[in-house]
């Protein structure tokens, strides 16, 4: 559960947030809604623990992960689905830890991996993510794409499809729609209908 008690925040002299309060349960899908400049995006940064109110408490849940679409892409060589993928921690971790148990022959340890990689759906991954990144509009033969050689819009979405491949509890989406056709927008609207985790989505248009 989300929870905001009596929390008040001012950036650059300008108050945001006048003692609020407000309780978001898990699997609540909420739309934060108002013109550019009210606080929405701060709210985000507070969420994320990247700003810290003046007065007033945040409480979240210590274990939920959290995903958000990152502002910056950089221009890497990596191939569009793999960056994808990344979006997955504990899956790329797991991956990491397989290569070194093989290395050690610890075959115990290997075990132990690959029940864990099973559980959390790592050998159906990488097709999830094509389903990810078809959804959002890219072709088959822009998968092995590097990242580097996409533009300005086709990065947002790559973020985008990273944030979404992360198996969030939180899921933070600032204007997501930005830089997205119409089949993709709603083919995003039917994943977060289906999304199990809690989602909160700014727009300044309601």
Same mark, same amino acid.
């Given at each position: 559960? *989300?929870?905001?008690?009596?929390?008040?925040?001012?950036?650059?002299?300008?108050?945001?947030?006048?003692?609020?309060?407000?309780?978001?349960?898990?699997?609540?899908?909420?739309? =934060? =809604?108002? &013109?550019?400049?009210?606080?929405? #995006? #701060?709210?985000?940064?507070?969420?994320? +623990?990247?700003?810290?109110? +003046?007065?007033? +408490?945040?409480?979240? &849940?210590?274990?939920?992960?959290?995903?958000?679409?990152?502002?910056?892409? &950089?221009? $890497? &060589?990596?191939?569009?689905?793999?960056?994808? @993928?990344? !979006?997955?921690?504990?899956?790329?971790?797991?991956?990491?830890?397989?290569? =070194?148990?093989?290395?050690?022959?610890?075959?115990?340890?290997?075990?132990?991996?690959?029940?864990?990689?099973?559980?959390? !759906?790592?050998?159906?991954?990488?097709?999830?993510?094509?389903?990810?990144?078809? !959804?959002?509009?890219?072709?088959?033969?822009? @998968?092995?794409?590097?990242? =580097?050689?996409?533009? !300005?819009?086709?990065?947002?979405?790559?973020?985008?499809?990273?944030?979404?491949?992360?198996?969030? +509890?939180?899921?933070?989406?600032?204007?997501?729609?930005?830089?997205?056709? $119409?089949?993709?927008?709603?083919? $995003?609207?039917?994943? *977060?209908?289906?999304?199990?985790?809690?989602?909160?989505?700014? #727009?300044?248009?309601?």
């Amino acid at each position: 559960m *989300l929870t905001l008690r009596q929390l008040s925040l001012q950036r650059g002299g300008k108050p945001l947030f006048d003692h609020v309060s407000l309780t978001v349960h898990p699997g609540w899908k909420v739309g =934060v =809604v108002g &013109p550019n400049g009210c606080g929405k #995006s #701060s709210l985000f940064a507070l969420l994320r +623990d990247e700003l810290h109110p +003046d007065t007033g +408490d945040l409480d979240l &849940p210590a274990r939920w992960t959290i995903a958000h679409v990152a502002q910056e892409t &950089p221009a $890497l &060589p990596t191939p569009a689905l793999e960056y994808v @993928l990344d !979006g997955d921690a504990e899956l790329r971790r797991i991956e990491q830890d397989i290569q =070194v148990a093989e290395a050690a022959h610890n075959g115990t340890r290997q075990a132990e991996l690959h029940a864990r990689f099973d559980a959390i !759906g790592g050998y159906s991954a990488r097709a999830r993510a094509g389903k990810l990144m078809a !959804g959002l509009g890219f072709a088959a033969e822009q @998968l092995e794409r590097p990242v =580097v050689e996409f533009s !300005g819009g086709w990065r947002v979405r790559l973020n985008l499809a990273r944030a979404l491949m992360c198996r969030s +509890d939180l899921l933070l989406l600032d204007e997501p729609t930005n830089h997205l056709d $119409l089949d993709a927008v709603l083919w $995003l609207e039917q994943w *977060l209908r289906a999304y199990p985790g809690t989602l909160l989505l700014i #727009s300044h248009d309601r």
